[in-house]
């Protein structure tokens, strides 16, 4: 297992829901944190901790975060896109402005925090990705906009996986399914105290973190009910 010292780990997302237990995880397990957020100035900055001004829709936005991180420690060890949204999206709809900002959340964001950060989780020779996917990754339940983008994010993933295995970058996909954050706070599918703690979702990603470079784990499909296809 890797140490958790001197690791530094930019999440973004980190302002509320999955992100936020990911950054408070990581940062009470000794991790270095760098927490990219809409509002930063709404968190306060400490030793091993870093607010982040980080919109995933705003073109220069994740190389500003990429920069601001090294300038302040020196290098990145991994990245956590936990950022996300949802809308609803039909393939029967029209408009197409809500998959439109979905794509640029859900894929386009995370693909421009990678590849800002890449020069330095190479030169890590053990960097790490976890991207947030969900289980409307691997198959489709009732929103299909949504379900598309989460797809994309576990390719997105996969080609991680294969492009910059040489250089030591681990990638994986997280994937749950009902979780209790605001994103599903007006879902009446699973009584809330049914649904995946976000805190749980969080000890993964440090338990994902932690592993060499000879234990890679691709996706991890986190459920709170029975799936009898997955």
């Not at 990219?36 to 968190?43: I, K, S």
């Not at 960097?127 to 299909?144: F, M």
């Not at 994309?152 to 399914?177: D, F, K, M, Q």
Request: net charge neutral; charged share 20%; with cysteine.
């Amino acid at each position: 297992m890797l140490a958790s010292h001197g690791r530094i780990v930019m999440v973004s997302g980190a302002s509320r829901g999955i992100g936020r237990a990911v950054a408070d995880r990581l940062f009470n397990s000794g991790f270095t944190v760098s927490a990219g957020m809409r509002q930063p100035d709404q968190c306060t900055s400490k030793e091993r901790f870093m607010a982040n001004r980080y919109n995933a829709i705003e073109p220069g936005s994740a190389e500003a975060w990429v920069a601001s991180t090294v300038s302040k420690f020196g290098r990145i060890d991994a990245v956590v896109n936990a950022a996300g949204i949802s809308h609803r999206v039909n393939v029967s709809d029209n408009e197409e402005d809500l998959l439109d900002e979905m794509w640029q959340v859900n894929v386009k964001g995370p693909l421009r925090v990678i590849r800002a950060a890449l020069p330095y989780l190479r030169a890590c020779g053990q960097g790490r990705i976890v991207n947030l996917g969900s289980l409307s990754g691997k198959r489709v339940a009732s929103n299909v906009g949504y379900a598309m983008s989460k797809f994309a994010v576990v390719a997105l993933t996969h080609g991680i996986r294969r492009e910059e295995r040489e250089a030591g970058i681990r990638a994986t996909v997280v994937c749950p399914g009902h979780v209790a954050t605001d994103m599903t706070i007006n879902s009446t599918d699973i009584p809330r105290g049914e649904m995946t703690q976000p805190e749980d979702l969080a000890e993964l990603v440090e338990t994902v973190l932690r592993l060499p470079n000879n234990a890679g784990v691709s996706e991890l499909l986190v459920h709170c009910q029975y799936e009898p296809m997955l």
